[in-house]
């Protein structure tokens, strides 16, 4: 799967603080799944991703037993969680119901593009607004019974147009960097208006 | 605090699928969760919720250890997750800030009206979009290592102007039925536009 991995330089991307890493998740966003196992990358699309503790920040995410992903991050340990937007409504969705199991080439074909970032041995989605490198915390109970994995979040970065100084700004940024908020069928909602309460 | 309890009549709540009740979640709201004890009732708001299963349907919820709603679930293995809405953003942030450790007349200081559902006895809060009958699945490890408690969605309502035949209908419901999803610092986003994937 190398093939369509390139070392990206997107001036875009700046590392976010960990003790606000749980900002990137905390509106619900439907959320891209990368792992990388053997030297083989898959990504995948979750809508039951949530942030699960502040420092150190922790997630969990549901992941089936059919999916390619779960079995690399089984293997690996590791993965990330990154933020699609609505420029990649397409391919979130198919992503999400494609599996590599069934097409070697599912990536390309599904027009994931990934580069890497120094430090971190994973495979990372151009074009998302943030991206979230995990470890998995093993808790097979949890894992076997219900899908259910918690990770710590020892990396969080975000592109600078839609995330910065610890906050969206969706507002103000392009709309096609909304995220997306999964319904079913291939209903997805973008992120909507700012409110603040006193 | 049964005086602001009132047996509510509202024409717009049905009942919503079992095998659909996902959805009413899916889209990653903050939520506000509501329990009873000894004839106490709380609400609180809790931005880390998310759907877990299907069918039966499942959820996760993040309950820290200092809220007197934790100790209400704790108690009774009962609970509400329901979906609040723009017209509810100061009241929802208020729950969510305010404990009733502190204050006895936390609900009506902000504004919360509770109801009942034939069959539950359970605090519903009035005016929100959907309802989540929820009966918590014990998981110890879960709940002391990581305040993550797991349980099954018993029974599930939505408001018909915003939620029906299986879709929220954000579009072209009234623009202040749209759920809020929390960021920090009382910045709250609406779900905005939809979008059909291919």
């Keep these: 799967m190398h093939h369509q991995r390139k070392t ?7 590392a ?3 003790a606000k890493a ?14 990388r196992s053997q030297g083989i990358d898959n990504v ?7 942030a699960l503790d502040f420092a150190p920040p922790k997630l969990t995410v549901v992941l089936d037993k059919m999916t390619k992903t779960r079995e690399f991050i089984e293997q690996s340990g590791m993965f990330v969680i990154q933020v699609p937007t609505v420029a990649q409504l397409q391919l979130t969705h198919r992503v999400g119901s494609q599996s590599l199991a069934d097409d070697a080439n599912k990536l390309l074909n599904c027009g994931v593009e990934l580069f890497e970032m120094a430090g971190h041995d994973l495979p990372f989605v151009a074009g998302c607004s943030a991206w979230l490198a995990c470890k998995l915390i093993p808790e097979p109970n949890n894992q076997l019974q ?3 994995f918690i990770a710590e979040v020892i990396g969080a970065w975000a592109d600078t147009q839609v995330f910065n100084h610890g906050h969206w700004h969706f507002d103000t940024a392009p709309a096609d960097k909304r995220s997306l908020h999964y319904i079913a069928g291939g209903q997805f909602y973008a992120i909507g208006e700012s409110f603040n309460a006193d």
Excluded at 8 to 14: E, G
Excluded at 44 to 50: G, K, N, P
């Design 8 to 14: 990206h330089v997107d001036n875009n991307i700046a």
């Design 16 to 18: 976010v603080e960990l």
């Design 146 to 148: 219900y899908d259910l």
């Design 44 to 50: 995948m699309a979750a809508a039951w991703c949530c």
């Design 22 to 35: 749980y900002r990137l998740l905390n509106h619900g966003p439907t959320v891209l799944v990368s792992a």
